[in-house]
């Protein structure tokens, strides 16, 4: 195995290639610095990726000639960015996101890709992300590395083999690390609420954040529980541990956990490190409807930004600002709904910190609608829980305005009773 500079493994870049960039604690930022230092012979390089960690220099207004960001989930390094549309946002399912790549609708001419040092056959692993990833490498027209033994070697659809890749640089760096944080009164109380529908041979699926958390740690006297998610973090280990998470009960991959990217501590990428217990794999894969159905009891746990109350879940924007992205929550509302005794629930506090209502009674203008009031199941604050299913607009917001903040509730009456006469 030979190692080059970064400078001259990002001379296959040309101007007016697509590159993808390895996202969330993947991102190859060795290899980013060396595409940086070539800013001022580039011209109209497309940078895509889903969330990445640490900064995001090409989106800078300096080198608005040189590179152009187009991606798929607005993290808070490129969000200032798209808002000011000198970055450009894709709303697209993570389950599709691979397709574009595949189908050619956004060929990808070079990827830059962090991996796990080779083995002895000559396998490095995608480790932390495989996600869209794999398809990225798969359809890339050059592949080049950043290669790093801090990235742990994990199990599933991971590995790329050296001769595929036309340039490695060496680089021994500390991956991104995001730690847990206690859950406050509010989020501890919605916890309680969304592990009181979780049942024993349920099959999980959760993001990153003090919800999530929350929720796992009130899990501790359940049985028999599964993972399948598009991604997970600390939370699980305490569980696995335990014993509560075995896998056991699923359809598809028992006794595994299933996920596409993983965020989180030290702890976590060595959790997962030659762990046959947990398998990555392409999220084509994991967050397609037809896979997720198939498990028993799935119980999707996701957030929103607002929702109004007819049940329309505004999970991406704060009215016409791009936040964050759709993601996979349709993609597991969808699902869970199918599983055979399947909870699609989607939770978020009754206020912003300002003290505005999350539950409201109209949408902000230019809010995006991630998940449409016919999809949606449970909604939970800290104040209950709302199950919509079968239910018509008058006993929804009835409902939403039972869970929403007690300051909020009689106002939301009054525009309830104008708009749909409850």
Excluded: W
């Excluded at 500079?5 to 001379?11: G, I, T």
């Excluded at 958390?213 to 049985?223: D, P, Q, R, Y």
């Amino acid at each position: 195995m030979k190692f080059v500079k970064a400078e001259e493994a990002v001379s296959v870049i040309q101007s007016g290639n697509r590159i993808f960039v390895h996202g969330v604690a993947a991102t190859p930022h060795r290899l980013i610095d060396g595409m940086m230092a070539r800013a001022s012979e580039l011209r109209d390089v497309e940078l895509v990726h889903i969330h990445t960690e640490g900064g995001a220099p090409y989106a800078k207004p300096e080198f608005a000639s040189s590179f152009k960001t187009n991606v798929f989930f607005v993290g808070g390094n490129i969000r200032e960015a798209v808002q000011n549309h000198r970055a450009d946002y894709v709303p697209v399912f993570l389950s599709e996101i691979p397709a574009l790549f595949r189908k050619k609708i956004l060929p990808i001419d070079v990827a830059m890709i962090h991996v796990s040092p080779p083995d002895n056959h000559g396998y490095c692993s995608l480790g932390v992300s495989v996600d869209i990833a794999r398809a990225a490498v798969q359809c890339a027209g050059k592949i080049i590395a950043q290669v790093n033994p801090a990235m742990p070697r994990t199990h599933g659809e991971s590995m790329v083999h050296v001769s595929q890749i036309h340039a490695l640089i060496d680089a021994n760096d500390a991956l991104p690390e995001v730690a847990p944080t206690e859950p406050d009164e509010i989020e501890l109380a919605i916890g309680k609420h969304v592990a009181g529908l979780v049942e024993d041979g349920a099959t999980l699926q959760m993001g990153i954040g003090a919800i999530p958390n929350a929720v796992l740690s009130c899990l501790t006297g359940h049985k028999k529980l599964g993972i399948h998610t598009e991604m997970f973090s600390d939370g699980v280990i305490p569980l696995v541990e335990k014993g509560v998470i075995t896998g056991e009960m699923k359809v598809k991959h028992p006794g595994k956990i299933v996920s596409g990217f993983v965020m989180g501590t030290r702890k976590l990428y060595d959790f997962i490190d030659d762990n046959p217990f947990v398998s990555m794999l392409d999220i084509a894969y994991v967050n397609d409807t037809a896979v997720i159905r198939r498990n028993p009891k799935v119980t999707a746990i996701n957030s929103a930004i607002e929702v109004d109350l007819t049940g329309q879940i505004c999970a991406d924007s704060i009215g016409h600002r791009q936040f964050s992205g759709v993601g996979g929550q349709m993609d597991f509302v969808r699902g869970a709904s199918l599983s055979e005794g399947g909870k699609p629930i989607i939770a978020l506090p009754s206020q912003t910190s300002k003290g505005e209502s999350r539950l409201v009674s109209c949408l902000k203008p230019g809010a995006g609608v991630v998940t449409t009031r016919a999809h949606v199941h449970y909604v939970i604050t800290e104040f209950g829980v709302a199950d919509l299913y079968g239910k018509n607009l008058r006993q929804r917001a009835r409902a939403l305005i039972g869970i929403a903040h007690p300051s909020h509730r009689d106002r939301l009456t009054e525009e309830a009773r104008k708009v749909l006469g409850i």
